[in-house]
């Protein structure tokens, strides 16, 4: 007979073991506290040190400040207004929505029938494209933006924000297909066959119910791509000079950069005021994107 | 090793609202062979879990071995458990997932070896040892399972619908297979289905759960002849007993026992019923008859089971008056479904 | 079943079609190209197709055109000038100074970040009071975009101002400043930190779906098995989230050597160039310095990199194990 576990039956050692393992339980609940909150405080401690330094007079900000870490003195919104009333954040932040609507928008376009015909249409190529599709995503813009500079320079968008809606897809297709062939995937033949058989041709089929019923994966899709192109840097830097054409993402870097200058509080409060949406709404939709990857990631 | 497993009072309560253990008291037998019967989300999978530790119960006790044992957990139990979907390790080998739970018992290799070699060869599956689990079949993976649970040398037997997996012919010979395995090692065993054709053949009494709670506990054949209420009644046979209202009654009465009234013999009183039949199924040398019997102002659907050695002629669409023996009928309360006094019944 | 009158038109009189006489199914409903199986693949492809291969594979190639050619901002015209830009980045130590911190950056981040993101990706599986408040602010280094994250970052390690120092300043353990982005080793580290630090959430996440792939009775048999936390850890759960680990291990580390944006922000490469890596490099010699030709050269430098993790992603996703 073997020794471990407890020879039931001896009642003592049994309420041993029994409080041995509560304690042992309780332990490991402070430890994945303990975790998650050092966890919360390295990821977001930047941020919330942001937040405080936003708020900071200018004499509580500067060399001789008693505390760095919280309010030495009152806080103010001073450089909140001033990043709201005299810089061009507004703008950049314009900038942003407009060029990540149109592109979401043409992102669609081209990824839903381009998802549709490789999740459904058995074509027998449709395996080594969709592989084609994840090399291509890994070609990264710091490859491509020397010869693209040129590209757009070439359609004449040298400077504007416009170069931007034509070259972010390029960024976001890729995924975008990915995702979609995830999603659709999920969605049973069974239903398109029916609105085949009621009258309906494979594309109208395909625009009456399988669109609506990927709804919720194509308003993933959409969170994605826009939040891809919300974040993009180095196409932006490289091809857009001017200040009123810039996003956010390049904008802030470089505009509220005066010289050796830093308007430091105004940098930190446009940080988090950027950072806060994108992420709260990512995190609406994590799950969803988790079942969008795995799917796309199973063959047939 | 065999110890009683008793469970005093138990609820489990999800999120505080959803019961899935009502209230139940159980008691098994040294070595025996316990089904937990019962439809889906009656219970008996929480039910089972509690037992093994994986579940803490909301209220009540439970016990193995004389030992309250709440608070410990599974591996401190000396329980073996093997899931419907068998949960093999799929990165190792059978002989590694046969001698996995030997690790923690600290027993040396050449030791860890002799005991998984023993089990797989009582099993029957020493020629598999070397095998990843995606490479067998149905049943050999089944038999890992088992082999597995076999090794910690366990004072209870937890199985959770292991059959289920299987197709239906390799069902039956694993039934009778599993049967024998238990008898051989002796150890008690608690085995959750919903399937009361396997409940019938292997338990050594049944549980029949619904709703949480336990409705009935006896031997097969007490299940079957004297069912505790109209659920049991229903749920054990296959066709189920029919129910027919008289008065403020249920009168139950199997298929098997409707017959035609000249073929209806023996002493006492035989209730008689004209029977309306609309349809006849042949079925394994049995005729099924599907129809209606008159019962107060409406007519209820009842289902007769004539076997081979009936040989009474029988059309559909006509009407034949059927009857029942006396000893045969069982009376419930039609509002409860509780098993109630019999009354006699004028022919 | 009655044939649909349709309005005949003007030098069609007379003309039906043969289905629509024989008194069929649906008379007036003809196969179009809508129905076409064969020709609505290809065609629901060829808009991404085509804006791909315009816009990424043609530039690639073009890229590659460039590097053997002399083309700057200022002087368009292409000559072909052989391996002449090739030649002239071997002989300069700042490009193997990339090259080498491309490499070091990224196994030091990598290896990092998994141990870090297996931890959290445990924490996350958990069920625990919080939880959403946790992933949210766990997952703001990842959601941020990249520059305005390392913004903040430069915040937190300036000379001057850093809070960081200045609590270590209080604690004690410092005498003045750390010049976190000055001096070259410490430079290094905090490109390592920042990167780190953002990919630790994704990486975290991707871990999480493989966590929770897992059946659940496995789990359970491991509980019953006997297997206690670190053994269930290491013979358990490690190797069947091993192939799901190598792919957020591998995409971590695209995602870093293809980066400029960390370190062009936080140090633009300094001090005199030891935290350069080969995208920021590319992009300072060829936009900066709008020397195209070699900012196309040395960016190529990443492509066998990339190849190299692209089909090391595609087996370790082959091999994940059929549960």
Known sequence: MTAA????????????????????????????????????????????????????????????????????????????????DSTAFTTFAWNTLWVGALVVGITLLLSLPAAYSLARLDMPWAGPLGIAIFFVYLIPPTLLFVSLSRVVVELGLQDSTWSLVVIYPTITVPVSVWLLIGFL?????????????????????????????????????????????????????????????????????????????????????????????IAFVFNLFLERFISGFTMGAVKG | MAVVVEVKGLKKHFNGEVHAVDGVDLTTGEGEYLVLLGPSGCGKTTLLRTIAGLEEPTEGEVLIGGSVVNGLPPRARRIAMVFQSYALYPHKTVLQNITF?????????????????????????????????????????????????????????????????????????????????????GTTTIYVTHDQVEAMGLGDRIAVMYEGRVRQVGPPVEVYDDPADTFVATFIGSPPMNLVERGDQLVGFRPENFLPQAVVAGNGNRWSLPFHVHRVEHLSGDRHLYGTVPAGREHVRVIARLPATVTTPVDPDTTYEFAVHERHLRFFDRVSGERTAPRPVRD | MALQRERVEPGTAGRKPEWERAGGVRAGVRPTLADREGVLAPLFLLPAVAYIVALVAIPFLLAIAFSFSDVTAGDP??????????????????????????????????????????????????????????????????????????????????????????????IGLLDGNVFWLGRPGLAMVSVVLVHTWRIVPLAAVIIMAGLVAIPDEINDAAAIDGAGFWRKLTEVTLPLTMPVIAVAALLGAILTFTDMTVVYVLTRGGPTNATQVLPSWAFIRGIVGADLAQGAAIALFLFPLLLAAAVAILRAVRRMEVL
């Open chain 1, 5 to 84: 576990g407890v020879e039931l039956g001896d009642r003592a050692r049994v309420e041993a073991r029994r409080r041995h393992a509560a304690r042992r339980r309780v332990l490991g609940r402070v430890g994945l506290y303990a975790v998650a909150v050092l966890a919360a405080l390295a990821a977001a401690g930047p941020f919330l040190i942001g937040v405080v330094t936003a708020l900071k007079q200018d004499a509580d900000l500067y060399p001789g400040s008693a505390n760095r870490v919280w309010f030495g003195m009152a806080p103010t919104v001073e450089h909140l207004r001033f990043l709201l």
């Open chain 2, 101 to 185: 739970p030997l690790k923690a018992e600290k027993l040396g290799r050449e030791a860890r070896l002799n005991k998984a070699q023993w089990a797989a060869g009582l099993l029957g599956i020493g020629h598999l040892l070397d095998r990843k689990p995606r490479h067998l079949s149905g049943g050999e993976r089944q038999r890992v399972a088992l082999a597995r649970a076999l090794v910690r040398d366990p004072s209870v037997f937890l199985l959770d619908e292991p059959l289920s997996n299987l197709d239906a012919k390799l069902r039956a010979t694993a039934r009778d297979e599993l049967k024998l395995f238990q008898q051989d090692i």
């Open chain 1, 185 to 277: 995937k999920g969605i049973p033949r069974d239903i398109e066959e029916q609105a085949m058989v009621d009258g309906y041709s494979r594309t109208g089929a395909f625009v009456r119910t399988v669109i609506p019923l990927a709804f919720p994966g194509i308003v993933a899709v959409v969170v994605f791509a826009f939040t891809l192109a919300a974040h993009e840097f180095i196409y932006a830097l490289a091809f857009v000079s001017p200040t009123v054409e810039k996003p956010i993402s390049v904008g802030v870097p470089t505009e509220l950069v005066r010289g050796d200058v830093f308007f430091w509080q105004s940098l930190q409060a446009a940080a988090v005021f950027v950072a806060i949406p």
């Open chain 3, 77 to 170: 015209s292409f000559d072909w000038v052989g391996l002449r830009n090739y030649r002239r980045i071997f002989q300069d130590p700042v490009f193997w100074q990339s090259l080498r911190n491309t490499f070091v950056f990224t196994v030091v981040s990598m290896a990092l970040t998994v141990v870090l993101a297996k931890a959290l990706a445990m924490v996350l599986v958990a069920d625990f009071r919080g939880k959403w408040v946790v992933r949210f602010l766990v997952l703001l280094p990842w959601t941020t975009p990249v520059a305005l994250a390392t913004i903040v970052w430069l915040y937190l390690l300036d000379s001057l101002y850093s809070p960081i120092d200045w609590m270590l300043r209080q």
